[in-house]
């Protein structure tokens, strides 16, 4: 019949041109997105000067190291080395750009007990 050839199954263009269009600047607001931080996990190995050195003290001393930016992990491991001496395993979260990992390895080596520290891993987030 005649009625069913009225019928737009694809939508009417007539219809869609009576409705109100959103304005441009709303919808930029709607897709606009908080800027991502950019994050670096960096995982170190601090060395101590010797056996007799005490890896919690060294452990506080560097949780006392507070820097905006800054996210310590929340435990810090100790595994061996050789010959009784011990390493102590630290996790770190660091926003790229407000701290450098130069800075804080120089920070880390100047403190009592350590002898070394190297970068174990290190993973962009």
Same mark, same amino acid.
């Given at each position: 019949?005649?009625? $069913?050839?009225?019928? $737009?199954?694809? +939508?009417? $263009? ?9 304005? #441009? ?8 997105? #908080? ?9 170190? $190995?601090?060395?101590?000067? +010797? ?15 507070? *820097?905006? +930016? ?14 009784? *001496? ?21 920070? *880390?080596?100047?403190?009592? +007990?350590?002898?070394?520290?190297? *970068? ?6």
């Amino acid at each position: 019949s005649d009625d $069913d050839s009225d019928d $737009d199954l694809f +939508g009417d $263009d007539e219809a869609s041109a009576k409705k109100p269009k959103k304005k #441009p600047v709303v919808q930029a607001k709607a897709k606009a997105k #908080p800027a991502r931080v950019a994050k670096t996990q960096v995982l170190f $190995d601090v060395k101590p000067e +010797g056996e007799e050195t005490d890896l919690k003290k060294v452990e506080a001393d560097i949780r006392a190291m507070v *820097i905006d +930016g800054l996210t310590w992990g929340e435990e810090f491991g100790i595994a061996d080395v050789a010959f009784g *001496i011990q390493k102590l395993v630290v996790q770190c979260v660091l926003e790229d750009e407000k701290v450098f990992i130069d800075d804080l390895e120089d920070k *880390i080596h100047a403190l009592d +007990g350590v002898q070394s520290m190297d *970068i174990a891993a290190m993973n962009k987030m």
